[in-house]
T-cell receptor, first 111, second 113 residues
């Protein structure tokens, strides 16, 4: 069975400081990893996908299969980054397609 | 282009009752998934529908059932409601089988008393 672990429920970082949100996963197959973000009073939205290898709003995440991790990073935090962040793993295959989410990390940027 | 819309936004039901939640998928999206998000938890997969058939199910009992209609909209039905069913129910859609990148609705907040 697949599992996603986000060890930090809460994370506070000063504005301008680097941010790292941790995500570890367990899955026997070839995973696809995502980061979803939920800003205050907004719906859950996709931040980035590992397969795209892109940077969104200054955030990046690298899939490390050896460490089974997909940590989210940003070099300089901004106040608008305050939100709830969820790491998710997608399993594909007919009859088994779903997203497995971690419990989330609430990131607060201190001005 | 409209996003995923869910109705109602809030609902209060009594234990033992039945409830139906509705979801209109984003235009062009033919795959719909439902998730339950309890307070302080990440969303948990309930089931997914593609071409009006259930295509994957999470660890939820049979009293959680669903439908998908020809226009790709979907319903989630829960029978014999229990207090622990109180949660935010999220609908998500995506364009086609095998493609990823789900678009989520704002959810229905269900409270069972």
């Amino acid at each position: 069975a697949q599992r996603v672990t986000q060890p930090e429920k809460l994370l506070s970082v000063f504005k301008g400081a680097p941010v790292e949100l941790k995500c570890n996963y367990s899955y026997s197959g070839s995973p696809e990893l995502f980061w979803y973000v939920q800003y205050s009073r907004q719906r859950l939205q996709l931040l980035l996908r590992h397969i795209s290898r892109e940077s969104i709003k200054g955030f990046t995440a690298d899939l490390n299969k050896g460490e089974t991790s997909f940590h989210l990073k940003k070099p300089f935090a901004q106040e608008e980054d305050s939100a709830m962040y969820y790491c998710a793993l997608s399993t594909l295959g007919f009859g088994n397609e779903k997203l497995t989410f971690g419990t989330g990390t609430r990131l607060t940027i201190i001005p | 282009e409209t996003g995923v819309t869910q109705s109602p936004t809030h609902l209060i039901k009594t234990r033992g009752q039945q409830v139906t939640l509705r979801c209109s998928s984003q235009s062009g999206h033919n795959t719909v998934s439902w998730y339950q998000q309890a307070l302080g938890q990440g969303p948990q997969f309930i089931f997914q529908y593609y071409r009006e058939e259930e295509n994957g199910r999470g660890n939820f009992p049979p009293r959680f059932s669903g439908l998908q209609f020809p226009n790709y909209s979907s319903e989630l039905n829960v029978n014999a409601l229990e207090l622990d069913d109180s949660a935010l129910y999220l609908c998500a859609s995506r364009p086609r089988q095998g493609a990823t990148g789900y678009t989520f609705g704002s959810g229905t907040r269900l409270t069972v008393v």
